[in-house]
């Protein structure tokens, strides 16, 4: 029991230490943003208030929480220090809510406002930035509760259950996960939204609606259609969806407009969907695959068995 609290005891130090090393970098780099963007900006009133609120968010109270957390770090007041940190960890999921805004908003600046546009260029080459642009510094605050978690997780697996700090860590540690997951959720919903912007822009037409709240993207890829009568083999790129499969043909490569779109030809809804591998169990080339609806069924086949087995694993999990 001793030698397992001295292993312990090496692995929180070493812990701690590392969190306190890389508290104070994040600190610094924080300390750029707020010093030499957010406070001199409000001074010269170069951005309208809203503007600056847009861009930089809660990055000034982050700032504060951080340095607060490094003060009680240095003074070794590890369950204190992370317990406080607690009371501000929101901020971050407030912080990536508004980041795909204050991006925006940046690039819009940029683009409209000389003497921001100056003023930005200015600044990044201070000797202190060191090369880095504004645009790498904005990520740091969701890069950063990443690593939290894994600090946290550490420090708690490495503290015995019957101690006094153990509480306060695991409690650390549960509010931090669930900020880490929101933030995961926040992100996950972005690039879903991406996927089903570009999979919209590809089609031909307005006539299919992929935007469509609640849907989500799962795959794509071409695939064989095997006709019901004996006519040759169909090349047909197809979209899954969480509720629905779509099936297109590129357009004709001449034509002015969507020489580079894809007719949707089918969408069939995956409720009432039954999928079913035909061929492909075996280590054969390929496989074929039957989805059945109600007033159709459908053969898809691919001679890469490792794609058809992957479809067929989307394809069940979606109609589940």
């Given at each position: 029991?001793?030698?397992?609290?001295?292993?312990?005891?090496?692995?929180?130090?070493?812990?701690?230490?590392?969190?306190?090393?890389?508290?104070?970098?994040?600190?610094?780099?924080?300390?750029?943003?707020?010093?030499?963007?957010?406070?001199?900006?409000?001074?010269?009133?170069?951005?309208?208030?809203?503007?600056?609120?847009?861009?930089?968010?809660?990055?000034?109270?982050?700032?504060?929480?951080?340095?607060?957390?490094?003060?009680?770090?240095?003074?070794?007041?590890?369950?204190?220090?992370?317990?406080?940190?607690?009371?501000?960890?929101?901020?971050?999921?407030?912080?990536?809510?508004?980041?795909?805004?204050?991006?925006?908003?940046?690039?819009?600046?940029?683009?409209?406002?000389?003497?921001?546009?100056?003023?930005?260029?200015?600044?990044?080459?201070?000797?202190?930035?060191?090369?880095?642009?504004?645009?790498?510094?904005?990520?740091?605050?969701?890069?950063?509760?990443?690593?939290?978690?894994?600090?946290?997780?550490?420090?708690?697996?490495?503290?015995?259950?019957?101690?006094?700090?153990?509480?306060?860590?695991?409690?650390?540690?549960?509010?931090?996960?669930?900020?880490s997951r929101w933030v995961q959720d926040i992100t996950d919903n972005r690039e879903n939204s991406l996927q089903l912007l570009r999979v919209?822009?590809?089609?031909?037409?307005?006539?299919?609606?992929?935007?469509?709240?609640?849907?989500?993207?799962?795959?794509?890829?071409?695939?064989l259609v095997v006709p019901s009568k004996g006519e040759e083999l169909k090349c047909r790129m197809f979209f899954l969806f969480s509720d629905?499969?779509?099936?297109?043909?590129?357009?004709?490569?001449?034509?002015?407009?969507?020489?580079?779109?894809?007719?949707?030809?089918?969408?069939?809804?995956?409720?009432?969907?039954?999928?079913?591998?035909?061929?492909?169990?075996?280590?054969?080339?390929?496989?074929?695959?039957?989805?059945?609806?109600?007033?159709?069924?459908?053969?898809?086949?691919?001679?890469?068995?490792?794609?058809?087995?992957?479809?067929?694993?989307?394809?069940?999990?979606?109609?589940?």
């Amino acid at each position: 029991v001793e030698e397992q609290r001295a292993r312990w005891e090496r692995k929180r130090s070493r812990t701690a230490k590392e969190l306190l090393e890389t508290e104070h970098k994040y600190v610094e780099q924080l300390d750029l943003v707020v010093t030499f963007f957010v406070t001199i900006l409000k001074a010269k009133g170069t951005l309208k208030p809203a503007v600056l609120e847009t861009i930089f968010g809660r990055l000034e109270s982050i700032y504060s929480a951080s340095h607060v957390l490094s003060l009680h770090l240095e003074r070794g007041n590890l369950a204190s220090g992370l317990e406080n940190f607690c009371q501000n960890v929101e901020l971050y999921g407030h912080y990536a809510e508004n980041l795909e805004q204050a991006n925006k908003t940046l690039k819009e600046q940029l683009r409209k406002n000389k003497s921001f546009r100056r003023f930005k260029k200015l600044q990044e080459n201070r000797p202190q930035f060191q090369g880095r642009k504004l645009e790498d510094l904005l990520p740091l605050p969701l890069q950063r509760l990443h690593q939290y978690k894994h600090f946290f997780r550490d420090l708690l697996e490495n503290t015995s259950p019957d101690s006094a700090e153990y509480q306060k860590l695991a409690k650390a540690v549960k509010c931090i996960s669930e900020v880490s997951r929101w933030v995961q959720d926040i992100t996950d919903n972005r690039e879903n939204s991406l996927q089903l912007l570009r999979v919209q822009k590809l089609l031909k037409g307005q006539k299919t609606q992929v935007l469509t709240p609640g849907r989500w993207y799962i795959r794509e890829g071409w695939l064989l259609v095997v006709p019901s009568k004996g006519e040759e083999l169909k090349c047909r790129m197809f979209f899954l969806f969480s509720d629905i499969l779509i099936a297109t043909k590129p357009c004709h490569p001449l034509h002015p407009l969507n020489s580079n779109k894809l007719a949707c030809q089918a969408v069939y809804p995956l409720h009432q969907c039954v999928v079913d591998k035909v061929f492909g169990h075996t280590q054969s080339q390929g496989g074929l695959l039957s989805l059945s609806f109600p007033h159709k069924t459908l053969l898809l086949m691919s001679s890469d068995q490792q794609d058809i087995n992957d479809w067929y694993r989307s394809l069940t999990a979606a109609v589940r």
